[in-house]
């Protein structure tokens, strides 16, 4: 069965830097999203992609954070100056009618 | 503002039993309402999707119902098993739209089956 997934599984760096995470969504799917999850809490959107372009962003989704979608196959979103409190999963997500979810990335900022 | 609520405490059940778990919202009128699976550490996993105009849906031992007037829906497991042990997750889309919208989640209820 195909599946989203998700490199790295576990990331940490440090506060002020650059992150990258990448996302491989189902082939034949049009839309994609990103999602976070602070540990003990709800998960909570980020942003959605279709045709190339940002669709929707969330009010968290700030001037910090960036997606691309730099070929046919991969999905990623750009964290440029990591704070303290950007550590949480980040699930990406695509779609055709109902989203699939990858297994998340531990974005761990010290 | 739009508000999901899922009863934040864990539901323990035995195994072989009914769990119904809740979702209430306020401020909304959503197209749809989905539920999903999280188990620790993982992605959540799609469930079931019930629509406005359906009361009632079910998937195997799984059975979903959409109340728009009392703005509730109730996710039932049959004869439940260890193995359904998980957080589940009220999910709606965000502006209430029909179409691809993104999700926005309520805080999910943890279910534990006791063998």
């Known amino acids: 069965e195909p599946e989203v997934t998700q490199t790295p599984s576990h990331q940490v760096t440090q506060m002020g830097q650059e992150v990258i995470l990448r996302c491989v969504p189902i082939s034949n799917h049009l839309y994609f999203y990103w999602y976070r999850q602070i540990l003990g809490q709800k998960v909570e959107f980020l942003v959605s992609f279709y045709n190339n372009e940002i669709s929707e962003k969330s009010e968290i989704f700030d001037d910090q954070f960036s997606v691309e979608r730099p070929d046919g196959s991969n999905f990623t979103l750009k964290i440029r100056s990591t704070k303290l409190e950007d550590s949480a999963m980040y699930f990406c997500?695509?779609?055709?009618?109902?989203?699939?979810f990858g297994p998340g990335t531990r974005l761990l900022v010290l | 503002s739009q508000k999901i609520e899922q009863n934040s405490e864990a539901l323990n059940i035995q195994e072989g039993k009914t769990a119904t778990l809740t979702c209430n919202y306020t401020n909304y009128s959503p197209a749809y309402l989905q539920w999903y699976r999280q188990d620790p550490g993982r992605g959540p996993v799609f469930l079931l999707l019930i629509r406005e105009n359906e009361k009632e849906k079910r998937k195997e031992r799984l059975k979903v119902t959409f109340d728009t007037t009392l703005k509730q829906s109730l996710f039932h497991i049959t004869a439940s098993q260890p193995a359904d042990s998980a957080t589940y997750l009220c999910a709606l889309p965000l502006g209430g739209g029909t179409g691809r919208r993104a999700l926005t989640f309520g805080s999910g209820t943890r279910l534990q089956v006791q063998p």
């Open positions: 997500a695509s779609s055709e009618k109902t989203q699939y």
